[in-house]
């Protein structure tokens, strides 16, 4: 099947096919029928009666357990594909190969000899590869990196990213898989091009005799001598999501579950005067001050991250531009969660990141 | 000197004498003198004006820059140490031998061994000899402590403690012993007594050049298993005082800068569904959730921790027993300041912890 | 027509139409469509393309511009009315007179006159007449009545309700009309029956010269003798909704924006010491404290509260019983409006009110 | 005794007495202490010991119950007067018929004719009359007046004060009279000089049977058409001391609860645009926004309030310029209340202020 069979006629909709009505099926189901520039054609899943529950009674959309079928349309321009991490390799080189654009769930794929394969099937057939990174495309995220590139933090010095859950214990995969491909992800998005991870170290702790680690600390050296640490957590009551990004001049807080203040950007960087040039008196008032300098949280507009990124799939496809996640970025994350696996049992030790593979 | 000396008549007050007017000095002349069962003899400084600075123009209290003039008062039955770190051994080790009771501000000394010879002295002597971990005295520490040694959270799985300060980077120490003293005096504090920290390893950034560490990130395994964290930073321009003690039966978080709810505990544990017991629905609204179980935040009053803590070291010099936080506490957070420094200076390796050693 | 024809076959969906596609017919599409006891027949708007747009190019039902065509369809056996205030009264008489349960969006009319036709054409044919007062049916608002009504709190001493809004001024409404319906709507539905409001104050300022209240305050006195206070405003920056409930045995304060803590249960009532039964010391130590008395936090499961609103409206029609807000909370909330109209226009003057005139 | 007994001689301290060591008179004792251009000469109160306890073990200050010979002092220059309101008139004449300077407890007097008295006293004598108003002097007050004074919230169109406590019911006052005095006299501190109250009601409840209000509402209006509204509350389990200025072109929300953000200032005044002139999915956008532009919190000092207003009292004296809350605005703040008063008697009539009366 040739390349051109993925694209639609001129100006019309790009057809979309979405592989898995589970979890988080529903929400590209919503995503892809509210978006002009796509036109849902299928939605495919083993359980059929779970796909149509899914659509509900009203939808004329058509429900299927059978893939080939759907790849077989050629109608059927792209397939999003929200299944387990273990089968995206099958299911997306099956699309790849019959000339569909893909959209795979995070993680990419199950290990990143997998992820080398999708990247390197889409590359030579020309066709888009995009990582389903939502959290990148959440307003506040792409604010964060319109601030990041454009210096206007100064010198990152620190990232501390912390993602706590409201225990949901995963069955097949431990806790970093699980939620530190978020801050991973968000991590490779807005870092500034120059800057790369370039090692990690990985500490976690099972606690409740689950089998894998449900409380993990992961600490990133970046290519510049900064420091990220991220902090992903299943046993919690309360939800947090929260990151601190430290730069020279200023620095920026994200707390994601502030609605009316998701983005606080502090004017004060870390360029702070030593005690030794401050009286006792100077000292204490620092001291019982609760912050410094003045503080700006940008007004942001709502809106549903999952929308933002099938936009971008759907420009990424319609341009032949890689998407602003497209599969090596998803590659990146999966080399630093397969590193960091590494180094949890190993103990902690700091594992080197080879970008080299990548290429 | 016998250690009669240092015991005031039946029910009279106890002679004190602070050494050091510098940041802490005034706080525990301020907090002595409002304290009944002390009675302020002296505040000692090499820079007398300083001292009389410290005093005000009203008090009656005498001013010197005399140590050997303080110790060889027999009105004076103890002395509370405000000096920097690196003098606490030759200033508090002349003052038990003067036959002085010994308050010391944290960290107990520079180095273990240092703080070895203290608590070897005072014990010879049977003097009291107390650090002054001021945090273990807040109404929230108290009933923390008093929650984990009843057991009220069930087995604790992780702690994660973060203490994120305005910058005020120091010119002698890094950014662990400058802040992780408060937090593992905390741990050591309220930590049921069968559990204790066995090895630590410590992550840390310099970032703005100052020579020493400005961020750092301590993992310590503790003997049950259960995995704590502590966060220090001093380049952040918001302040961050928490704590999640993550138990089986509930969890407790810690707010220090929240006074109307410093304290929250969550009925709900770790002891969490997994995914495969939930459908689709019941995984979706946990995902939602901002929050499982009910919360109960308990009243503390509010009550100045420095007075707790002069209160328990008249109490512990009266009844001749150890204060709750004695010298060998002292010595037990110098132990982990100093394997964690040799872990930050190899890059983050796991560091034994050998309590044999203060038997 | 006779009442029967608004029955549906036994166990057969509702046969629902709405009527206005406006700003909120859509979400009154979206959850009739994922109810169960719903069939959604029909989506009425005087604009046909709005209506379509509003549906999605995925959906099979039917959109018309025809309100006869509509209540002409034996399979409407239910309307719900999302039109201007002013259109209430013809739209839902002539779906009554067509044998049609109404559901109508709040205000219930325009004026209580008018109101009161709708809630006599109801009664005199049997059929459920249901005001869409939805803060009622969140989860926060049912847990309120639940506990006010078991008498958890005590007497009820007061109620100060804030709904302060994003600058959304209104046409053809003042801030009253827009946004106290939510307050007395609530404030009907958590009261205990005993206790009633007896007369309204209200004072107001246009502010911005739009020719009507853009910030309002309404005072009522309840036949308990206790106040309730609402503040309504249309010109802030942020949104603020919060409600604290003030009783002799505890106090509840409800925050809809803190989705962490929307309730907060405190032990502590209003039956406090006098200041007299204190020395010195004691007082200063409750003016520095920032809470008394255990805060207990109930779980609360997020549910939207739409669709808990659009199952009591098929409830009501099955079992031909009420509706927790039936056309008569809806009458009793104009009146409370009408009331407070005068009473702005009159300066703030003390309006009684007549219950009697409701019988 | 002839006015120039009042001043020191030139660069000397003013000598200061403090009449009354209750509840608020240690606050006084504490900070005359901590300011050079003071000395602290005497405490008095008719209680010697409760005096003596204040001063501690350790103070030079003398102590007296007899005001006479306190008056009587040539080294006192100025008198503090933290006595009970009704004893404020017979204090504070006595002093200044003696020559001395009167800083007075809010609020000046008991009755407005007796405020009167006293600054007239004041006047004819040359002598410094202030009026302890705390909260004007905070760093956020401070700089909420700088900002209304330069026209930076452009026209002020509401102001919302929100002002709840812990359950400390007063014996001899009622809410208005115990709390309403902070929240007016910030108001006269912050409006601009054109611009004045005219107007006052207050509604209120008693709620717990103590006889007389322990919840109440003011509304003011302001002379530029504008609202101000103050909720005054004894019966709270919580602190909520918030206010908010709305501007034409911008909002100021004060939080003194939030040390790390107690003012914020958001971007957008309340000149919004029409629903008339959006689209539905603009609508349904903002009503589902947190809030509409950016926002700014400034870094505010910390520091004490009333070192601030004894550094004040201290100029006033020494230039002769009136205090910035000087006895007339502590009269402004008394006809308020008074007029409060009567509008709660008679069920929340709106009361005239005659400023002429003030002249």
């Excluded at 449900?214 to 900064?226: N, P």
């Excluded at 008196?281 to 942001?300: C, F, K, N, T």
Aim: net charge negative; hydrophobic share 45%; with cysteine.
């Amino acid at each position: 099947m040739s390349v051109s069979a993925s694209r639609p006629a001129l100006d019309d909709p790009i057809g979309i096919a979405v592989i898995g009505a589970g979890y988080w099926g529903p929400n590209l189901v919503r995503n892809f029928q509210a978006t002009p520039s796509f036109r849902l054609r299928r939605l495919c899943d083993l359980d059929v009666e779970r796909a149509q529950r899914v659509l509900g009674a009203y939808s004329t959309v058509q429900v299927t357990a059978d893939l080939d079928e759907v790849l077989a349309d050629p109608d059927v321009h792209a397939v999003a594909i929200a299944t387990p991490a273990g089968t995206h390799l099958p299911v997306a080189m099956a699309a790849l190969r019959a000339g569909k654009h893909v959209l795979v769930e995070k993680p990419l794929a199950a290990t990143m000899a997998e992820g080398r394969e999708l990247v390197g099937e889409a590359a030579s057939r020309g066709l888009t590869l995009m990582c389903d990174h939502t959290y990148c495309y959440t307003p506040a995220v792409l604010r964060i990196r319109e601030l990041l590139h454009a210096g206007e933090l100064g010198d990152l010095h620190f990232l501390d990213s912390v993602r706590i859950n409201l225990g949901l214990v995963q069955r097949d995969i431990d806790v970093v898989w699980d939620l530190a491909p978020h801050d991973l992800s968000i991590l490779d998005f807005v870092l500034p091009p120059a800057i790369r991870p370039v090692a990690v170290a990985a500490h976690g702790a099972d606690g409740i005799g689950a089998g894998r680690a449900c409380v993990a600390y992961l600490t990133l050296q970046l290519s510049s001598g900064a420091i990220a640490h991220i902090h992903v957590n299943w046993l919690s009551p309360v939800k947090v999501r929260t990151a601190i990004f430290g730069g020279s001049k200023r620095t920026l807080v994200w707390d994601d579950l502030n609605p009316s203040q998701r983005l606080a950007i502090y004017d004060r960087g870390v360029d702070v005067a030593s005690p030794d040039e401050l009286g006792d008196e100077q000292r204490r008032d620092i001291l019982i001050s609760y912050r410094s300098g003045d503080m700006v949280a940008p007004a942001l507009t709502e809106r549903e991250a999952l929308r933002t990124m099938v936009e971008e799939f759907g420009r990424a496809i319609t341009t032949g531009t890689p998407a602003l996640t497209d599969g090596r970025s998803g590659l990146r994350v999966l080399e630093i969660l397969q590193a960091a696996s590494r180094s949890l049992a190993e103990g902690g030790t700091m594992i080197k990141l080879d970008e080299g593979q990548l290429a």
